[in-house]
């Protein structure tokens, strides 16, 4: 619908408008605001204002207009309106721009925590909406399965089986990862490999590569819980193969020098606080190196744009991966990062258990298995995922307005109500617009309005728009709902058209979040 009457004013009047919608509905559907051309015209805002008020003023798609200062308001029509839902949520063409889509990334050192499940939820659902748009996007998960991480790993299940089957009071060392699933990754091993694998540190190497394949199975198992599924998973230990080739990439674009036994790259050159070390004075990489290295493998690979997302807590690493982009000879105006804050759960007002299995931290598994993953996904994305995000779950059992994950799914749920007390079926309706009263046609806009708000969305990276719209049509549904009667009523079949589009967008916009809708509560 936006689009469809901004083209219209564009050719209209020969501008690139950008067209705002009134808080004050009384207003008109859309403001066309003129003071941008006050420069160019040479006039000021309200006679440019006057003057394309009489240009649109004869538009069909336009119902009536008024000018106040600067903004021409107007209305749509109620044909203009009828049109639009003609092809609304129509797939989109492919706009030709390629995505690679990073994110989650996580160690495969242990399960997923809830600090994970919100860059998941994030990035998943950045992906639905972005493909609906028509980007074609692929989702990708960097495996960090080398280097000490992994080799700790080994470690921990290792002395889990001295302590587990030789020796009950031995304690793991400092160090080693904890909690019930280490002791649960050796009881495998042991059933996979007899209990020799626990009398020679010369194991530890197997087991880390058995425990990291375990881990990695269990990841997979908890985002598919959420409905994440990914494209693609790149193993960083793999890609430690082509470092000779990305070092001599870097030492061609003067991207680094040795001092002191050490390689460094010069990150300062483009904003880092320090320059970084990418080789040990033992020869080893560091941590640095395996980002560098994967970065150039994912532009080798030649996408328009690269989007990762990452845990606050790598903020520092954003300046020092652009610069070694930089030095390998790519545009690092192409590379997105979006940072996610972790995440504060309570139940009852209490700090929410730690989970026994894991030892020190809380399971995305554990909260899938108490509300479910539509409340999961939903309450995730309610706030940006650059601000803290602090919630009970015990409100997501409430029954108003203030969980909405109830109030978006009441009001699709109340409509599939109304349709199966008439005498019409959701599916079959022949949709008629024909005599809209003020409240339904603005319900219809609202309903229409989808499609600009998942828009916004994807270009702002910030899917919490897509909720706060769902909140915003189902409190306007809700109202119409307690104000109006709507059954046996001789404009019965009006009303209930419009509150089928108005199922369609809430069924649309929850399903591009991940979120199955309710007909029924």
């Not at 694998?197 to 598919?224: V, W």
């Amino acid at each position: 619908m936006y689009y469809k009457i901004k083209k219209i004013v564009d050719e209209t009047l020969g501008i690139t408008s950008v067209l705002e919608q009134p808080r004050d509905k009384k207003f008109g559907h859309f403001a066309l605001p003129t003071f941008s051309f006050a420069k160019s015209f040479k006039k000021s805002p309200q006679d440019i204002a006057q003057d394309f008020a009489k240009k649109l003023e004869s538009l069909p798609e336009i119902s009536s207009l008024n000018v106040v200062g600067g903004y021409v308001n107007f209305f749509l029509s109620d044909l203009f309106l009828e049109q639009c839902t003609q092809d609304f949520l129509k797939p989109h063409q492919k706009n030709g721009e390629k995505i690679l889509l990073e994110y989650v990334s996580a160690n495969p050192t242990g399960p997923l925590h809830i600090g994970h499940a919100r860059g998941a939820i994030l990035g998943d659902s950045l992906c639905r909406i972005g493909r609906h748009l028509g980007y074609s996007i692929t989702t990708e998960y960097y495996i960090n399965d080398a280097g000490s991480q992994i080799e700790n790993l080994g470690k921990s299940i290792y002395y889990a089986g001295r302590h587990l089957f030789f020796d009950d009071s031995y304690d793991l060392p400092e160090g080693c990862y904890k909690g019930e699933y280490i002791l649960d990754l050796a009881k495998e091993a042991k059933d996979c490999f007899g209990i020799e694998c626990f009398e020679n540190e010369k194991f530890i190497e197997k087991l880390s590569l058995f425990g990291k394949d375990k881990m990695l199975e269990e990841i997979k198992s908890n985002l598919a819980e959420a409905g994440i599924v990914f494209d693609n998973f790149v193993s960083e230990k793999e890609l430690y193969k082509q470092w000779d080739g990305t070092l001599k990439s870097l030492e061609s674009h003067n991207g680094i020098y040795k001092q002191e036994g050490k390689i460094w790259i010069k990150s300062t050159e483009f904003g880092d606080e320090k320059n970084r070390v990418v080789v040990r004075e033992n020869g080893e990489p560091t941590y640095l190196a395996g980002d560098i290295i994967y970065h150039k493998n994912k532009f080798e690979r030649k996408f328009d744009r690269y989007i990762n997302i990452w845990g606050a807590d790598h903020h520092g690493y954003i300046q020092r991966v652009k610069a070694a982009i930089e030095f390998l000879g790519y545009d690092s105006n192409q590379l997105e990062i979006l940072l996610s804050q972790m995440v504060a759960l309570l139940k009852g007002g209490e700090s929410y258990k730690m989970s026994k299995r894991a030892g020190n931290f809380i399971l995305m598994k554990d909260i899938i298995e108490d509300v479910g993953s539509d409340a999961l996904r939903l309450i995730f994305l309610s706030k940006r995922a650059d601000t803290h995000l602090e919630f009970d779950i015990e409100d997501l059992k409430k029954q108003d307005s203030s969980n909405p994950v109830y109030y978006i799914n009441y009001a699709h749920a109340r409509i599939h109500t109304l349709f199966s007390k008439s005498n019409y079926t959701l599916e079959t309706l022949q949709k008629d617009f024909s005599n809209l009263s003020e409240s339904l046609r603005d319900l219809l806009v609202l309903a229409l309005n989808l499609s600009k708000t998942l828009e916004d969305s994807f270009i702002q990276r910030n899917p919490q728009k897509v909720v706060e719209y769902l909140r915003t049509l189902s409190s306007e549904f809700h109202r119409f709902y307690n104000e109006e009667k709507i059954l046996n009523t001789p404009n019965e079949k009006t009303i209930l058209s419009v509150l089928s589009m108005v199922a369609q967008s809430l069924n649309a916009g929850l399903d591009l979040l991940g979120v199955k809708a309710k007909k029924s509560m």
